[in-house]
Structure formats: structure tokens, C-alpha cells
């Protein structure tokens, strides 16, 4: 099973500020990397697929990085509805795996 | 519009059976493969089971494996998880999801989901 790390678990940014997410699989996932936000109360939410491809409706804000085993999701300027939490998740294989999250709040 | 509506979540005794169903629509559902996801009670999110668009090739977690079954019914729209020798550790939002293209997203779509709670 790939096992898929993320980091930090919290972070406190300002809004406004730039917010850097890691996420780091245990072996390289190739191309089949995907990132979820999920508010509140609510379902996750499709961010990119293909490790790169913006989903529909994605504000340009979002940016994402990284290959084989190593991603990163930048939030240029956070907005008071991107505070959520962000998930990774891999389809390289079965079991696909989801990281543990990154909950980005308000600082 | 893509739209998912899960359905079935309850409280179940330990050992008991549920079965949840999805029903799809906005979309060909009989072109993309489908899945349930689920995510226990302020905890990360967990893949439990997808079955392909087309010749019903399933995978499921090993959490899982040999209790729960999943089923499409095409002429429906209807996704089903049937759920059996449930355990408190079942307990969770269950997710039923939409995947992409092949290769793409695995859940595209997401419904708003239902609560399963097992407890005596």
C-alpha cells in the first residue's frame, strides 16, 4: 500500500498570505495524484487531477507542482472560503490512499 | 448538473446489515466507473470500494473486504453498498463519488453523503 504524507497538518495563514501544501507518497504515484478541499460540513471538493489538470470552476489562485512522489498545492492569496482542509490522494494502484490532510486556518 | 444522492445511512447494532444506495444523474452513468468513500467522525477520508463502468470489476480496502459489496444497477442509475457484519470502526459518512475519464479523478463528483452509525 502507498502510504501518502502530507505536511504540514495545520497551517495558520492570513488572508491574503500565500499557503504552500506538501504531499509525499512513498513510492512515485507517476501521474495519478489528485487534490481534494473539503469545507465543513460539506463533501470534498475536486481541485486537480493528473497531478496538474485545474478541475472546472478551479480559481487561477490554485496551483499545484511535483512528480513521481513529491506535490505541492499553492494558494497564492488566500481567500476566506479557500480555510478548509486539503487532502492527496493516489490512484498509481489499489488501495487508492488518501494523506492524512492539511487544515489550513485563519492565523 | 452531476448530481449524486446517497441514501440508507442509519443506526445498526454490531454485526448487523445496512445497504446504501446512490442514485445518479445529470450524467451517462453507465460511462463512468463509481465509487464509495468514506470518512469517519472527524477523521481523513478512506476509499472503500469502486466498481468499473463496464464489465464490474470491483476493488474494495482491506477494511472491508468479504463484509461489504458493491453493485450498479445501469437500467437505474443507482449505485448500492451492501454492508454487512458491521463494526463500531464502520461508523462514518459514507461518499458515494463519480469517477472521471479513465485516468482522470477517481471522484470527480461527489454526493453530499449518508451516516452510517453502528453502535449498540
Known amino acids: 500500500e502507498i502510504v501518502m504524507t502530507q505536511s504540514p497538518a495545520t497551517l495558520s495563514v492570513s488572508p491574503g498570505e500565500r499557503a504552500t501544501l506538501s504531499c509525499r507518497a512513498s513510492?512515485?504515484?507517476?501521474?495519478?495524484l489528485v487534490w481534494y478541499q473539503q469545507r465543513p460540513g460539506q463533501a470534498p471538493r475536486l481541485l486537480f487531477y493528473?497531478?496538474?489538470t485545474r478541475a472546472t470552476g478551479i480559481p487561477a489562485r490554485f496551483s499545484v507542482s511535483g512528480s513521481g512522489a513529491e506535490f505541492t498545492l499553492t494558494i497564492s492569496s488566500l481567500q476566506s472560503e479557500d480555510f478548509a482542509v486539503y487532502y492527496c490522494q493516489h490512484h498509481n494502484n489499489w488501495p487508492w490512499t488518501f494523506g492524512q490532510g492539511t487544515k489550513v486556518e485563519i492565523k | 448538473e452531476v448530481q449524486l444522492l446517497e441514501s440508507g445511512g442509519d443506526l445498526v447494532q454490531p454485526g448487523g446489515s445496512l445497504r446504501l444506495s446512490c442514485a445518479a444523474s445529470?450524467?451517462?452513468?453507465?460511462?463512468?466507473?463509481m465509487s464509495w468513500v468514506r470518512q469517519s467522525p472527524g477523521k481523513g477520508l478512506e476509499w472503500v470500494s469502486v466498481?468499473?463502468?463496464?464489465?464490474?470489476?470491483?476493488y474494495y480496502a482491506d477494511s472491508v473486504k468479504g463484509r461489504f459489496t458493491i453493485s450498479r444497477d445501469n437500467s437505474r442509475d443507482t449505485l448500492h453498498l451492501q454492508m454487512t457484519s458491521l463494526r463500531a470502526e464502520d461508523t462514518a459518512i459514507y461518499y458515494c463519488?463519480?469517477?472521471?475519464?479513465?485516468?482522470?479523478?477517481?471522484?470527480?463528483?461527489w454526493g453530499q453523503g449518508t451516516l452510517v452509525t453502528v453502535s449498540s
Open positions: 513510492q512515485g504515484v507517476r501521474s495519478n
Open positions: 445529470g450524467f451517462t452513468f453507465t460511462n463512468y466507473a
Open positions: 493528473r497531478a496538474s
Open positions: 463519488a463519480k469517477g472521471g475519464l479513465p485516468g482522470d479523478a477517481p471522484g470527480e463528483d
Open positions: 466498481i468499473s463502468r463496464s464489465d464490474g470489476t470491483t
